[in-house]
């Protein structure tokens, strides 16, 4: 209490406000302007403002209705530190256990944002021909197995959200092109439970992804199996059902 009251001269009145708001969403699941200015006691223009300021940085997102529900750099922000936390020393046998068994590179990715995944663990596979993705890596969400996995476990509002606010600039002949072609793929990934990457982000890679979901059946990262695609495609349904296998023993001991 006494660090609290010692530190309250320092908070930056505004920044807590705003805070203020965000936890809100966290016991609502859709609120106005009028609903968020009664709670908080603040006028509807200073509340107004606030809202505008978080939406814009990926917060919050308006509905048509003109109410503001919890954006996706909530969720990223969540599964990041989840992932540094938690997640990395929990999947890494598993990665390693997948190598194992396809000798193949394999990787953790989470959402680093609302449009890109990120790379933050890998096990490098044994033949002579091996991906080597660096940790850190970002790239487009649609470009990757890992970030099609994801997403098409996301809520319907965060992938149509995605599509609209994606060019879809492609990386090689076989990128997906456009929003209907992408809305495609994600029900086709959402049906059989894995994503491909077939040479959309590079020629001559191939990746298989499937999603880590949690009590819930939300995505919080996806893991995948990549390699050249010659040997990919002749070993697709053997790479895939060990994939699905090792990603469910290890939701199974998340449980």
């Given at each position: 209490m006494e660090n609290y009251e010692k530190n309250q001269k320092y908070v930056l009145s505004s920044l807590d406000n705003a805070l203020s708001i965000l936890n809100l969403f966290f016991e609502n699941d859709e609120m106005s302007v009028s609903d968020i200015s009664a709670h908080?006691?603040?006028?509807?223009?200073?509340?107004?403002?606030?809202?505008?300021?978080?939406?814009?940085?990926?917060?919050?997102?308006?509905?048509?209705?003109?109410?503001?529900?919890?954006?996706?750099?909530?969720?990223?922000?969540?599964?990041?530190?989840?992932?540094?936390?938690?997640?990395?020393?929990?999947?890494?046998?598993?990665?390693?256990?997948?190598?194992?068994?396809?000798?193949?590179?394999?990787?953790?990715?989470?959402?680093?944002?609302?449009?890109?995944?990120?790379?933050?663990?890998?096990?490098?596979?044994?033949?002579?021909?091996?991906?080597?993705?660096?940790?850190?890596?970002?790239?487009?969400?649609?470009?990757?197995?890992?970030?099609?996995?994801?997403?098409?476990?996301?809520?319907?509002?965060?992938?149509?959200?995605?599509?609209?606010?994606t060019d879809f600039i492609p990386s090689t002949e076989k990128s997906i092109k456009n929003a209907d072609e992408f809305m495609k793929q994600m029900k086709r990934i959402k049906e059989r439970g894995y994503a491909v990457d077939d040479e959309e982000s590079e020629i001559g890679l191939t990746c298989y992804g499937v999603p880590l979901l949690d009590a819930s059946g939300q995505p919080i990262a996806a893991v995948s199996s990549s390699g050249p695609t010659s040997r990919m495609a002749a070993n697709m349904d053997k790479y895939i059902e060990v994939l699905k296998n090792n990603v469910k023993q290890l939701s199974e001991s998340m449980a």
């Open positions: 908080m006691g603040l006028n509807r223009s200073t509340v107004f403002r606030m809202l505008v300021t978080l939406e814009n940085r990926g917060f919050l997102t308006k509905k048509e209705n003109a109410k503001y529900r919890l954006g996706g750099k909530i969720f990223s922000l969540g599964q990041i530190a989840y992932s540094r936390m938690e997640l990395i020393p929990l999947v890494h046998p598993y990665l390693e256990r997948i190598t194992a068994q396809t000798k193949e590179t394999s990787h953790l990715a989470i959402m680093d944002d609302d449009n890109h995944i990120v790379f933050i663990d890998k096990v490098i596979g044994t033949l002579a021909l091996k991906m080597d993705t660096p940790e850190g890596l970002r790239l487009n969400a649609h470009l990757s197995a890992t970030g099609k996995a994801i997403l098409a476990y996301k809520p319907q509002r965060i992938i149509e959200q995605y599509a609209e606010m």
